[in-house]
Nanobody, 115 residues
Framework: QVQLVESGGGLVQPGGSLRLSCAASGFAFRNYPMRWYRQAPGEEREWVASISIFGQPAEYPDSVKGRFTISRDNARNTVYLQMNSLKPEDTARYFC????????WGQGTQVTVFS
């Protein structure tokens, strides 16, 4: 039973930073890549970061490249998303996801960047 619990979101001004966490359980976390997605109201879910089982390589779309950093702690079954230089367009609910259960989505964590 895959479970993913996101946390760490909040309200932040443009240029600020947040660190999101995703606590995983129910599968062999260290054997699978992990991904972060985000979704704004009325918009499609957007992929924002991927990390390999070893922590490298990591991949990002151009929209967040250079500002977001994905990392993982396999001993803690946790994947993180460090977000710096936040922009209003980063406002969305953020979710982590695993290929083990691609249709499973947790509650996500809301990130709101206001100017």
């Amino acid at each position: 039973q895959v479970q993913l619990v996101e946390s760490g979101g909040g309200l932040v001004q443009p240029g600020g930073s947040l660190r999101l966490s995703c606590a995983a359980s129910g599968f062999a976390f260290r054997n699978y890549p992990m991904r972060w997605y985000r979704q704004a109201p009325g918009e499609e879910r957007e992929w924002v970061a991927s990390i390999s089982i070893f922590g490298q390589p990591a991949e990002y779309p151009d929209s967040v490249k250079g500002r977001f950093t994905i990392s993982r702690d396999n001993a803690r079954n946790t994947v993180y998303l460090q977000m710096n230089s936040l922009k209003p367009e980063d406002t969305a609910r953020y979710f982590c996801n695993t290929v083990v259960a691609p249709d499973y989505w947790g509650q996500g964590t809301q990130v709101t960047v206001f100017s």
